[in-house]
């Protein structure tokens, strides 16, 4: 539960007087013609408050103000139960996630946040003022030995894949995964003069590993890959003469080829699978009619400015079942 702080000697109190009071300071006014200072002096209410709720200004709640706005936090609860609906429940953490991918998208910076990450607190206090729509509940835990995907999962999750994809063509149809590629020759067994006491190899390499992402359509249209690499900037040598992919999309949309990131982990997160979605899917999405399906296991990075998006495009998620990409070969066929 959020915390209930006490209020502080000698602190404003915004709300001194009960609703009853105020009903009957806006009816003096109306009926008896009473004005706004005789009203608020009658009635002990400040007459700012009194000004406002008889012009129907909005007015600040007076149980503290929230950080996002009510249409905000509405999108947050679109994203949790759309989410929940695919099958991959969000955390409070992915919440808090969720949040500070919002702000860090629209510039803005809290001070309340440390590092615009909100705290458990705003996590459990936006559950308590929407919780009409949303609950936490606990999920259950299963063994180790029933961690693996079941028969069941694989054939609920196909006969939900017939039912998303009927009547859909196979070009709006895509299947997307990540992979990561290593400069790390590994050692091998060489040959050196005998008696060589240190055996070493010159090899330019770093031991660090870089993300591919690729998407293709179940109808052979390869879209640009996108490259993410583990690295504070972006140099320019990195992005010169990327490949396209073939058969690669000859339209203007994936003109480019392939699209290039970086990050400090060099992981595929929240915000580069926003930018792989808005600049590599998206525009070759929106150069075809009807609704289009993406299937794929990255569900932990969606984000609200993604699902936003994929109402307003008409584009639906498929997420695999857990540790199933190796049971699922077909969700591309």
């Known amino acids: 539960m959020p915390r209930n702080y006490k209020r502080r000697l000698g602190s404003l109190r915004y709300v001194d007087y009960a609703p009853e009071i105020l009903e009957a300071a806006l009816k003096k006014m109306v009926e008896d013609g009473w004005s706004l200072r005789q009203a608020s002096a009658a009635h002990n209410i400040p007459f700012g408050t009194l000004r406002n709720k008889y012009m129907g200004i909005r007015t600040l709640k007076s149980e503290g ?3 996002f706005s009510n249409a905000e936090e509405l999108a947050f609860v679109k994203t949790v139960t759309i989410c929940s609906d695919w099958g991959f429940p ?34 459990r206090s936006f559950l308590q003022r929407l919780k009409k729509d949303i609950r936490q509940k606990v999920a259950s835990n299963i063994k180790r030995a029933r961690a693996n995907v079941s028969r069941e999962d694989i054939v609920h999750y196909f006969e939900n894949l017939s039912e998303t994809l009927k009547d859909i063509p196979a070009c709006n149809i895509f299947n997307y995964d990540e992979t990561n590629v290593q400069d790390d020759p590994g050692k091998q067994k060489m040959l050196f003069r005998r008696g060589t006491k240190y055996p070493e190899r010159i090899c330019n390499f770093t031991k660090t590993a870089t993300t591919i992402m690729m998407c293709g359509s179940a109808s052979g249209v390869l879209l640009p890959p996108y490259v993410i690499y583990k690295a504070e900037k972006m140099w320019k040598q990195w992005i010169e003469l990327g490949p396209k992919g073939e058969p690669c999309c000859n339209n203007r949309c994936c003109s480019v080829g392939s699209r290039y990131n970086r990050t400090q982990h060099r992981w595929m997160d929240a915000q580069t699978f926003t930018d792989w979605f808005e600049s590599s899917f998206l525009p070759h999405a929106k150069s075809l009619p009807g609704r289009k399906v993406l299937i794929g296991d990255l569900s932990s990075h969606f984000t609200e400015s993604v699902l936003r998006q994929c109402r307003e495009n008409d584009v639906a998620f498929v997420c695999l079942p857990k540790c199933s990409t190796n049971l699922t070969p077909l969700a591309s066929h």
């Open 65 to 67: 103000q929230t950080v």
């Open 90 to 123: 969000l955390t409070l953490t992915d919440l808090r996630y969720i949040a500070k991918s919002y702000l860090d998208s629209q510039g803005r910076n809290i001070g309340k946040f440390r590092a615009n990450m909100p705290g458990t607190d705003w996590a």
